[in-house]
């Protein structure tokens, strides 16, 4: 295998194939399974799977440095999966800094592109870690002037938002927009706008401006939503029937509209700037457009233009520079700390572009893997001897650099043998008590200081019942027993393999 610089991987193979010595020369390919978060609302999210985010997420689940700005009507701030991921914003309607929802239409919005993946909590956006900037300009009967539209697009891109999202429309061209989407993208800002829900061979703005993204919808089937507008202003589609998101409240809900399928085109640019945030607005979007599904005619046409985003082919397809390895650090445990029982091993672990995973070690032995800092693994210890051990972990960002961080503890659980058997006795018949023809519930008793792992029941000496869980009884049909005495007693054993035996009692027949 020949490592080479990944700018001139191209060239390389080109000149390696005509030299006439290789049979074939092709890179070394890495395969992977997808990631699948746990959130319980995801099997219901159909549209993250058809932009292949699960492979996508494989790469980056997003950087907190990469926020995305929500041109909206606000964002609910105590929503559990959005209320950690937002960032301050502006209200263009109040001036002022109040971000909370006027309506709802932009919690759900922030959901499709940002909600908390992977958090055992409702639904996974595109872009786990991305925080949102909501920026109000709708009010609450759902309109938004054109003026406070466009200063929301210019505040984005003077507060470090390079990716901005705008799922609301008019169908007036506007110098006002134009002048501010120019703004935004000569600062290497770019928007993202729903292309509208008329169904019509007509652009709404700012979809229909220059250097804007314009997004439509498409269905469960990869077919463009009826409601989406078309024509020549068209730059992408994605998914936008149907899309479980965040809803203010705290809820979760469906929506439809080409207002999803734009945040969720925007939040795959995020990713995009999360793995590589030296992308050039035209390269960001060039990209993106030609690594998409096309699903019409060959090349761009007017009702999918370049084809139905996919994540994992623009991810695939940007470019990453860097050899910087991650920092890794690790907090706790200390290094020469003496542990046991089961303890939490956290840290951080930072780099320059997106971290792709985070694995723990211990003993050179992989025990976990991670996809977002800080980290925190569970580490029982009494899967390891005492004595001293190595933990280490490794941090590795998309460009495949690699950085680590390690201490050694000094494992000290205490070996208690147990060496006390269980405590037995025979609860039914009594001592000395006479039985009848007809069914002898025959009932044993056992403790231990650990855990009972069997009891045993005897009668005249002869094994007549064994059980494992409490409680120990059994009936005996006594018409068959002899006229005279007998005696019934029981024993119990413990895991350590200590047996107890019960005084022996004798019935009468």
């Known amino acids: 295998m020949l490592r080479v610089d990944p700018a001139r991987r191209d060239q390389i193979q080109k000149a390696l194939e005509a030299s006439g010595l290789f049979d074939f020369v092709e890179p070394d390919y890495l395969a992977h399974v997808n990631t699948t978060p746990n959130d319980p609302g995801y099997p219901s999210q159909w549209h993250l799977a058809t932009i292949q985010a699960p492979y996508a997420w494989n790469i980056t689940t997003g950087s907190t440095s990469v926020p995305i700005a929500m041109v909206d009507s606000g964002v609910d701030t105590t929503h559990p999966d959005l209320a950690s991921k937002v960032v301050g914003g502006w209200n263009f309607l109040t001036g002022n800094s109040t971000i909370t929802d006027t309506m709802g239409h932009g919690t759900t919005t922030a959901g499709a592109a940002a909600a908390i993946g992977n958090n055992g909590v409702g639904v996974a956006g595109v872009a786990w870690l991305n925080p949102i900037m909501p920026l109000i300009v709708v009010d609450a009967t759902g309109y938004a002037s054109y003026s406070n539209m466009a200063s929301a697009i210019s505040y984005a891109a003077d507060h470090g938002a390079r990716i901005v999202n705008v799922s609301i429309g008019g169908t007036s061209p506007s110098s006002t927009l134009q002048t501010a989407v120019n703004y935004a993208w000569n600062k290497g800002t770019i928007v993202f706008a729903s292309a509208g829900n008329g169904g019509i061979n007509a652009p709404y703005y700012p979809a229909g401006c220059q250097n804007v993204v314009s997004v439509g919808a498409t269905d469960s089937t990869d077919t463009v939503a009826a409601f989406s507008n078309y024509g020549s202003f068209l730059s992408l589609t994605a998914p936008g029937v149907n899309i479980y998101t965040t809803t203010s409240g705290g809820g979760y809900g469906y929506g439809t509209g080409t207002s999803y399928s734009s945040p969720i085109a925007a939040a795959v640019g995020a990713l995009m700037l999360s793995k590589s945030p030296s992308l050039s607005a035209s390269t960001l979007v060039s990209t993106l457009e030609q690594n998409s599904d096309d699903l019409g005619p060959a090349g761009w046409d007017q009702y999918y233009g370049w084809g139905r985003v996919n994540a994992y082919k623009a991810l695939n397809a940007t470019t990453t520079t860097t050899n910087n390895p991650p920092v890794v650090s690790i907090s706790s445990p200390?290094?020469?700390?003496?542990?046991?029982?089961?303890?939490?091993?956290?840290?951080?672990?930072?780099?320059?572009?997106?971290?792709?995973?985070?694995?723990?070690?211990?003993?050179?032995?992989?025990?976990?893997?991670?996809?977002?800092?800080?980290?925190?693994?569970?580490?029982?210890?009494?899967?390891?001897?005492?004595?001293?051990?190595?933990?280490?972990?490794?941090?590795?960002?998309?460009?495949?650099?690699?950085?680590?961080?390690?201490?050694?503890?000094?494992?000290?659980?205490?070996?208690?043998?147990?060496?006390?058997?269980?405590?037995?006795?025979?609860?039914?018949?009594?001592?000395?008590?006479?039985?009848?023809?007809?069914?002898?519930?025959?009932?044993?008793?056992?403790?231990?200081?650990?855990?009972?792992?069997?009891?045993?029941?005897?009668?005249?000496?002869?094994?007549?019942?064994?059980?494992?869980?409490?409680?120990?009884?059994?009936?005996?049909?006594?018409?068959?027993?002899?006229?005279?005495?007998?005696?019934?007693?029981?024993?119990?054993?413990?895991?350590?393999?200590?047996?107890?035996?019960?005084?022996?009692?004798t019935v009468t027949k």
């Open 334 to 505: 200390s290094n020469g700390n003496t542990v046991k029982a089961s303890l939490a091993v956290q840290g951080t672990a930072t780099d320059t572009v997106s971290l792709s995973q985070i694995q723990f070690f211990v003993d050179g032995n992989l025990a976990s893997t991670a996809y977002a800092s800080p980290f925190s693994f569970s580490w029982n210890t009494s899967t390891s001897s005492n004595g001293t051990h190595t933990l280490s972990v490794k941090a590795y960002d998309v460009a495949n650099n690699m950085g680590q961080a390690s201490v050694s503890v000094s494992v000290n659980n205490v070996v208690t043998i147990d060496t006390t058997p269980p405590t037995v006795y025979i609860s039914n018949p009594a001592n000395g008590s006479t039985v009848h023809n007809g069914n002898l519930q025959i009932t044993a008793v056992a403790s231990d200081n650990v855990a009972v792992t069997q009891v045993s029941v005897y009668m005249d000496g002869v094994l007549q019942y064994t059980g494992s869980v409490a409680p120990y009884s059994f009936g005996l049909n006594s018409k068959k027993l002899a006229s005279g005495s007998h005696t019934i007693f029981a024993k119990a054993w413990d895991a350590a393999g200590n047996v107890g035996t019960s005084s022996t009692i």
